[in-house]
């Protein structure tokens, strides 16, 4: 069983919907990361959070919102997306954004956008 | 150059085999290092950190070279269930207080019976 669950596992939306993705950790982790990874491509860094305060946002458009209520839950909120959007969205943990520590991954949402 | 590299591949192997991945870096106060390995359509997870030393874990060695700023991995005898896609990940020293990991684009093994 993985520390990190994400939901839904699979999602298809239409350009104009809005929906969230949601992240969990139960390893008391303080630092939450979002990642995009496309189809052929290399990992994407979108957002990190360190004790629910946002420490990195790597020039995500607007239509990306994150938000963290607290140190084990992440939701990227999803709003008017582009087909190019369509990716394999994953969430991960770690003690910190800190030297040393290894970055757990959850399983992902695979994001269609029709 | 870029933070992290890797040769994409792929590397097609038989199985038996040894292969070894090389990735390097830029930033010579990287702090500390991993190779994660991603199977097709799953998320990453972690194989090995990979210590100054250099370290083995069964048939995976990791080794580190601070002055020439590249890691390795080794993969000896290899099986059919190692291909996949292997990343390496280097976090690169404090950024604004904080140390944010970079991740390598991958390299792609094969292991064909």
């Known amino acids: 069983e993985t520390g990190v669950t994400q939901t839904p596992r699979h999602l298809v939306m239409g350009m104009t919907n809005k929906k969230s993705l949601k992240c969990e950790q139960h390893l008391g982790h303080n630092a939450m990361y979002w990642y995009k990874q496309s189809a052929k491509k290399p990992l994407e860094l979108m957002f990190v959070?360190?004790?629910?305060?946002?420490?990195e946002n790597n020039s995500v458009p607007s239509r990306f919102s994150p938000e963290c209520p607290n140190s084990s839950h992440l939701f990227l909120h999803l709003h008017t997306l582009q087909p190019e959007d369509s990716a394999l969205y994953l969430c991960a943990s770690s003690q910190d954004p800190g030297t040393g520590n290894t970055i757990y991954f959850g399983e992902g949402s695979w994001l269609t956008v029709v | 150059r870029k933070e992290v590299e890797q040769d994409p591949g792929p590397f097609n192997v038989p199985e038996g085999a040894t292969v070894a991945f090389n990735c390097t870096y830029s930033?010579?106060?990287?702090?500390?290092f991993f190779w994660y390995r991603q199977d097709c359509r799953k998320e990453p997870k972690l194989l090995m950190s990979v210590y100054s030393s250099g370290n083995e874990d069964g048939r995976f060695t990791a080794q580190l070279n601070r002055a020439s700023q590249y890691i390795s991995l080794l993969i000896r005898d290899s099986k059919l269930s190692d291909s996949a896609t292997y990343l390496c990940?280097?976090?690169?020293?404090?950024?604004?207080?904080?140390?944010?990991?970079?991740f390598g684009r991958g390299t792609s093994l094969i292991v064909h019976p």
């Open positions: 990940v280097v976090n690169p020293g404090p950024s604004g207080g904080s140390y944010i990991p970079t």
């Open positions: 930033n010579s106060a990287s702090q500390s």
């Open positions: 959070y360190s004790l629910e305060e946002r420490v």
